[in-house]
């Protein structure tokens, strides 16, 4: 039926929007708090010294309000910042390990990948609407990650 309706305007339509962006990096699973024996068995190849590089895929989700006025649960160009400074700038063409102060006592799995994400973006998004970090570490490998 054609109008409009208080449930039309006032009701709260919660909507996810996602923007991906990938990324390049090579990095080495090592951990500091493990002896060199516990590290080769536990990452296997993944623990090789000159490490290994990846093409990673990052999905970053928001979740709110759909803007009665904007239309927007935000706006993906203001996402597309967030991503950039977030993860691009700091890891796209990087080694993780080495060139990601984080990443030096922490080590580089994709859990902790999401992790260090999920915690800058937390701080450039606006508040409450982070929702998921979802990286596909290789097409079979993927982590999600929302802040718990
Ligand atoms: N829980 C996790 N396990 C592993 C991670 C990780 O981040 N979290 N990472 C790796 C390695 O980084 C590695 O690069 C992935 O190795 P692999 O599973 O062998 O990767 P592929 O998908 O490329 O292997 P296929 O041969 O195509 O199956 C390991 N574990
Ligand atoms: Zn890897």
Known sequence: MAGFSVSDSAAERIGYITRAQSFSACHRLHSVHLSDEENK????????PNGHGHNYKVEVTVRGKIDFL????MNLTDLKR???????IP??????DKDVPYFAKVVSTTENVAV???DNMVKVVPPSL??????????KNIVIYRGE
């Not at 068995?41 to 090789?48: F, T």
């Not at 890891?91 to 993780?96: M, R, S, Y």
Request: proline fraction near 0%; charge should be negative; aromatic fraction near 14%.
């Open 70 to 73: 904007t239309g927007m649960v």
């Open 41 to 48: 068995r536990i990452y296997g190849k993944c623990n090789n």
């Open 82 to 88: 967030c991503i950039e400074e977030v993860i691009m």
């Open 91 to 96: 890891l796209d063409h990087k080694n993780l």
């Open 116 to 118: 260090y994400i999920w």
């Open 130 to 139: 982070l929702y998921e970090i979802r990286i596909y570490e290789t097409d």
